[in-house]
């Protein structure tokens, strides 16, 4: 099983780091039909072929995520993906 690991640092504030994570993950379940929900500072996300979380640390985020087998021949756009959308936002 492929894997990410990504990690991203940011100046935000915690509550609107949440805020700005939140939005992300509303995109990403209405663009893929993905799940989450909060465990602490923790947000967990899943959909057929993935599963993974962002965690809120003090001044970075953590992104981490295994794609099954099919999602991981595409491992580098999705990972691409991600560090723009990271970039864009915090």
């Known amino acids: 099983m492929a894997g990410i690991d990504i990690t991203h640092p940011h100046s935000l504030p915690p509550e609107k780091a949440r805020s700005a994570v939140e939005a992300v993950a509303k995109k990403l379940s209405e663009r893929f039909d993905m799940k989450y929900g909060w465990d602490g500072d923790k947000l967990n996300f899943s959909r057929s072929g ?10 970075n985020l953590r992104v981490t995520a295994k794609l099954g087998f099919l999602l991981s021949a595409m491992q580098g756009p999705i990972e691409a993906e991600i560090r723009r959308v990271l970039a864009e936002k915090f």
Not at 50 to 59: E, K, R, S, T
Request: charged residues 10%; aromatic residues 0%; glycine residues 20%.
């Open 50 to 59: 993935v599963d993974g979380a962002i965690a809120l640390l003090p001044g």
